[in-house]
C-alpha cells in the first residue's frame, strides 16, 4: 500500500480541502437519525465527516493511510473545536478493529480491490455493535466515463449485489443506486453515479421474562 498512501499524501498535501470541508450529503442525512455514539470512519481522508460527527456529540475514531490526510483532518478539528481518535493505518490490516464496539461505521468512498473490499467490510460489519449501523456511499460502474470523480477501474465500483453478499450478516435497510450531483471539493464535482447502503446489526434478544425453576 506504500504507492497508495504516497498518491493520496500527494492529493492531500495542497492547502485547500480536495473534498471540501463540509460533509458527505448522504453521510450527514443518516447520521443525524441516529443518537450520537462511537462513530468509526474508514479512509475519511481529510475529515470533513469525523469533524461534522464529533461536532454532534459522537466520539469519533478516524484511519486512513494518509499522514497528511491526518494532520489536515487535526487542523479543521481544532478550528472547530473537537477532537478526533485519528489513526493512521492500512485498513486490509485489521489488528486495529475492535468486535462489537461502535454504533456506527462510515465507509465514504472506500474503494477497494474485491478481495480486500470483501475484507475490509467483513471487519467493519464484525465491529458493530448490536443495533449499530453502517452507512455507505461509492460510485458504481455507471460512474465510468462521468468526470466527477471516482476511480477509473471497474472492479473497484460497488454494485449493490456486491455490498447484500459483503454485508449479509446485517439488516439491510438502504442498498440501491442513486444519480447524484455532488459538490465535494474539486475533485467530487459534478452528476455521479453511487451505491447507498444503510445497514444495522441485529440487536441482541431481549432478556427471557419467563420464571426458572431449579430442580
Known amino acids: 500500500m506504500t504507492h497508495a498512501a504516497d498518491f493520496w499524501d500527494a492529493r492531500y498535501e495542497a492547502e485547500a480541502y480536495a473534498y471540501g470541508t463540509e460533509p458527505n450529503a448522504y453521510f450527514r442525512r443518516q447520521l ?33 493511510f494518509s499522514d497528511e490526510a491526518r494532520a489536515k483532518a487535526q487542523r479543521l478539528a481544532a478550528r472547530q473545536g473537537v477532537r478526533l481518535d485519528y489513526q493512521v493505518a492500512d485498513l486490509t490490516d485489521l489488528a486495529w478493529q475492535r468486535p462489537g464496539y461502535y454504533d456506527a461505521i462510515g465507509l465514504i468512498y472506500a474503494h477497494f480491490p474485491p478481495d480486500d473490499r470483501q475484507a475490509v467490510h467483513a471487519a467493519a460489519a464484525a465491529s458493530l455493535a448490536p443495533g449499530g449501523h453502517l452507512l455507505l456511499e461509492a460510485f458504481n460502474p455507471r460512474q465510468l466515463g462521468l468526470s466527477s470523480g471516482g476511480p477509473r ?42 451505491v447507498r447502503l444503510l445497514a444495522q446489526c441485529p440487536a441482541l434478544p431481549a432478556p427471557s421474562t419467563e420464571p426458572t425453576y431449579s430442580i
Request: aromatic residues 6%; proline residues 5%; charged residues 20%.
Open 32 to 64: 443525524d437519525a441516529l443518537p450520537p455514539g462511537r462513530l468509526l470512519l474508514l479512509a475519511e481522508g481529510e475529515g470533513r465527516n469525523a469533524v461534522y460527527a464529533a461536532r454532534q456529540g459522537w466520539q469519533v475514531t478516524a484511519v486512513d
Open 153 to 194: 477501474e471497474a472492479e473497484l465500483l460497488y454494485e449493490p449485489t456486491q455490498l447484500a453478499a459483503d454485508f449479509a450478516g446485517l439488516t439491510l435497510l438502504k442498498n440501491h443506486e442513486a444519480t447524484v450531483v455532488l459538490r465535494e471539493g474539486s475533485f467530487h464535482a459534478g452528476p455521479a453515479q453511487v
